[in-house]
């Protein structure tokens, strides 16, 4: 493992993914899922996040994520989303693949952005998509049907379309930034060894060591907006 004193600069890469987990906006006031004051030590995601509770009780999942909408909706984009987004404009390729769905770092103007775990902005019901900002968000449409949040539940598949993006950007980067992911989750935890074996710079940031800290040559141990504004010390 390469000295954690010499983190590289940013700007000698030419494509680059950020591989984006809870732990990103947590400067932004946004709880994680794991770990103290996590999403799921306070729910139990049978009974909110899971298409099973949704057909038992849709009103009681659309109050836990109207919920959501109105905590994420009072958090801005911190000083990291804000520099994964100005190395969108500063270098060549820049991709940010994230399992987050609160959209901060669309809000911080990122472009290119594959939400792995869907949105908490967008809805569905059949065929149709909607996105929408309103808070709270009447689930019950006029025909009587329900929207459902269109977010990747526990026992959904993943979008197709999502992965094989991803997955497109993250084979051919030269460097992949893992950021403030517990790395527990799959198949999203395994997207980043595929930047490795193509054999891609790894770096990861994150407080603490992951199942898959050993696959990254260079650890950084500290927060999101520290570690990156080390890393894109030169983009201005
Ligand atoms: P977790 O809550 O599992 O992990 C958050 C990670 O962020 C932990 O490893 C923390 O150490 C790290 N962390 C905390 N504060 C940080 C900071 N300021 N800077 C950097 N890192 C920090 O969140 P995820 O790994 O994103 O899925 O969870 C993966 C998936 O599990 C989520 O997308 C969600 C959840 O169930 C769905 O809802 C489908």
């Given at each position: ?148 949040p269109d977010i990747v539940w526990f026992g959904d598949a993943l979008r197709a379309d999502v992965i094989q993006a991803s997955v497109e950007a993250i084979e051919r980067c ?63």
């Amino acid at each position: 493992m390469r000295d954690p004193d010499t983190v590289p600069d940013i700007r000698d890469f030419r494509r680059v993914v950020f591989f984006t987990g809870a732990g990103m906006s947590a400067e932004s006031g946004v709880p994680t899922y794991r770990g103290q004051g996590g999403i799921w030590k306070q729910y139990d995601y049978a009974s909110y996040a899971c298409q099973d509770a949704f057909d038992a009780d849709p009103a009681k999942v659309w109050d836990f994520h109207n919920y959501r909408r109105k905590l994420v909706a009072a958090c801005e984009p911190n000083a990291g989303h804000g520099l994964i987004a100005r190395c969108e404009e500063a270098l060549p390729h820049v991709t940010v693949v994230t399992q987050n769905i609160d959209g901060l770092h669309q809000r911080a103007g990122s472009r290119t952005v594959h939400e792995l775990h869907g949105s908490l902005w967008r809805v569905r019901c059949g065929d149709e998509r909607l996105l929408s900002f309103d808070v709270p968000f009447e689930g019950r449409r006029a025909d009587g049907r329900w929207w459902r949040p269109d977010i990747v539940w526990f026992g959904d598949a993943l979008r197709a379309d999502v992965i094989q993006a991803s997955v497109e950007a993250i084979e051919r980067c030269d460097l992949l930034v893992s950021i403030g992911t517990s790395a527990v989750v799959y198949p999203a935890a395994q997207l980043p060894l595929l930047a490795r074996r193509a054999g891609a710079t790894m770096i990861e940031i994150n407080p603490d060591e992951t199942p898959v800290s050993d696959a990254y040559d260079l650890c950084l141990r500290g927060t999101a907006t520290d570690m990156l504004g080390r890393l894109c010390r030169n983009l201005d």
